[in-house]
C-alpha cells in the first residue's frame, strides 16, 4: 500500500511532505534515485522561473524610469561611427535607487580616468561605465582578479544612432527575452548544482549519524533524503532573495540558517528510520514469541489427548472384562 500511495504523489504532494511529515523520507529513501533528481530539476525550474520573472520585472521598472530621465533630462546623446556622445562630453555619475544599476557613470571625454571610475563602481553590488568606444560593466565574481567585462560598441554594430533610436532600442522586446533566458539559463544551472552539491554533504552526515546508531543505510539513500531535506531551505531562499532585492533588507546569518535546517531535517529523518527499524525488531520479537508459546502448547494438548484416549480404552477393557465375567457366572449358574 505505502509503494502504491508513493506512486501517486506528484510534485507538490512531494514537497508538502518533504516540509512536514519526517515519516515519508523513509519512502523517499526507497524510491529510485532517478525520482529524486525528477524532483529536484522541477523544483529548480519553479525556483529559476520566479526569480526570473521578478528580475525581469524589476528591470523593466527601472528601464522605464530611465528612458523617461534621458528624455526629460538629456538633450544631446547619440552614436556616431560608434562613437558615444553624451551631452558635449559631460562627465555625470548615477547612483540613485530607481536606476537600472546601482551606479552608472558617463565619461565620453579622450582620455577618461578609468582607474579612479572603476574604484567608484567597486563600492556597490554591480555598475556600468560608459565611455566613448566602450561600455565596461561591473559584476562581482568570486576567484576572478578582473571583475570588468569591456564591450565595444562596434563589436555590436552600432553605428549611427540618434536619440530617439537609443530610446527606443532600450525597449526592444528582443532585450528582454535575451535577458530571460540568460538570467534562467545561469539561475536554474547554479542552484541545480548547488543542491547537488549540498545533497551530498548532507549524504555524508547521514551516513555518520547511521553508523553511531548502529544503522545500515545505503549512501544512495541518505543523499535522496538528503535533497528532499533541502525543500524547505530553497523555499527560504526564494523569499530571502525577493525581499533582500525589493526592500534591501539583510538577514547576517542566512546562510547558517539555511544549512542549519537541512541539518535538521537529515538527523530527524535518520531518527525516525533507527525508531520504525527498532518497532519492527520489537514486532517481530513478539510475533516470535507467541509463535513458540504456540508450538509448546501443542505438545500438551497431543499429551492430553493421549492421556484421555489411553483412559478410554483402558475403561473399555474394564467393561469388557465385566462383561465376560458376568457371561461365565451365568454359564456356571446353569
Known sequence: MEEKSNKKM?????????????????QF????????IRYLAILILIFAIIITGFYIGSFSSK???GIAYLEKNIENISFTNSIFSYNNDEYSIYNEEENIAPIIIVDTSEEPNIEEHKDKVKLYN?????????IMIFIPAEGEDEQFTTISYSDYGIGNMSKEEILNSLNNPTIYIILSVSIFILQFTEYFIYILLNAVTLAIIGQILAIILRLRVKFSETYKMGI????????????????NSTTGFVIQYFSWMYTT?????????ILIIKTDFMNMQRELMRITMEEQENHEEEPLEENKNTEDEDK???????????????????????
Do not use: H, W
Open 10 to 26: 506528484n510534485f507538490f504532494v512531494r514537497a508538502y511532505k518533504s516540509i512536514t511529515s519526517f515519516d515519508t523520507y523513509t
Open 29 to 36: 529513501a526507497m524510491e529510485p534515485l532517478y525520482k529524486a
Open 63 to 65: 528601464v522605464s524610469k
Open 126 to 134: 554591480y555598475g556600468f561605465i560608459l565611455l566613448r568606444d566602450s
Open 228 to 243: 528532499y531535506a533541502l525543500t524547505l531551505p530553497t523555499l527560504l531562499q526564494l523569499i530571502y532573495i525577493i525581499i
Open 261 to 269: 535546517i537541512s541539518y535538521i531535517y537529515m538527523c530527524v529523518a
Open 312 to 334: 478410554g480404552e483402558t475403561e473399555d477393557k474394564k467393561d469388557e472384562k465385566s462383561s465376560e465375567d458376568d457371561d461365565l457366572k451365568e454359564q456356571t449358574d446353569s
